[in-house]
Every structure is written in structure tokens, then in C-alpha cells.
């Protein structure tokens, strides 16, 4: 499967984005798909995710604000970003989880090509 992410760009501080991660090759509704962030000079960290039962895990940074969906009918997954900080800056990725723990990156493959989302002060 390949993904690509979509939706990011640059936004205020308080605004908010949509961010749509779409498959291609094979369907995704029995897998679980997550999204990462990776902020300039810092590790690649867990966002959202969204277990293929609808069941969903969030970052306590982000818990409130985002919110993590799936449309098995379109192959997408996305991820809506509300109340957006500056510390939120950073190239957003979406993955195929494919066992173990949803918060951690080496539970993941298929990395899908990035979206850049910028919040400004």
C-alpha cells in the first residue's frame, strides 16, 4: 500500500487544519493507521491513532484538540486539528500500524510521504 498525506500548510494560532492521509493498492479497513509529527530538530512522535474497530489513542498533547477519523469507504484516514499552537509546527506523517503499541513509531510501516503544518504566533 502507499500513502500520502494531505491538508497541511500554514495556519494562526487557534485555527485549525484537516489533514487526510489516502491509500492506494489495497483497502485499509482491517488495519489500524496512526499519525506522527517529526518538528524541526526534534524526534519523530506520536499523534493519533485509530485502531481498524474504530477504537482511538491519542497524545496527551493533543488529546481535545485532535481528532482521529477513518472513512474505510474512501480509503482515508484523517486527522482534524483544532485549536492549533505553535508548538504543533511540524511535517506530519500517517502510517500503517502493524503490531504492538500504537505510540511508538517501530510499530508502524508504509510511511506515507509528509504534510507540512506551520502554526504561526
Known amino acids: 500500500v502507499q500513502l500520502q498525506a494531505y491538508g497541511g500548510g500554514l495556519v494562526q494560532a487557534g485555527g485549525y487544519l484537516r489533514l487526510s492521509c489516502v491509500a492506494s493498492?489495497?483497502?485499509?479497513?482491517?488495519?489500524?493507521m496512526g499519525w506522527f509529527r517529526r518538528a524541526p530538530g526534534k524526534e519523530r512522535e506520536f499523534v493519533a491513532a485509530?485502531?481498524?474497530?474504530?477504537?482511538?489513542y491519542y497524545a496527551d498533547s493533543v488529546k481535545g484538540r485532535f481528532t482521529i477519523s477513518r472513512d474505510n469507504a474512501k480509503n482515508t484516514v484523517y486527522l482534524q486539528m483544532n485549536s492549533l499552537k505553535p508548538e504543533d509546527t511540524a511535517v506530519y506523517y500517517c502510517?500503517?500500524?502493524?503490531?504492538?503499541?500504537?505510540?511508538?513509531?517501530?510499530?508502524?510501516?508504509?510511511w506515507g510521504q509528509g504534510t507540512q503544518v506551520t502554526v504561526s504566533s
Open positions: 493498492g489495497r483497502t485499509l479497513s482491517n488495519y489500524a
Open positions: 485509530i485502531s481498524w474497530s474504530g477504537g482511538k
Open positions: 502510517a500503517e500500524h502493524f503490531g504492538g503499541s500504537y505510540y511508538v513509531s517501530p510499530s508502524y510501516g508504509n
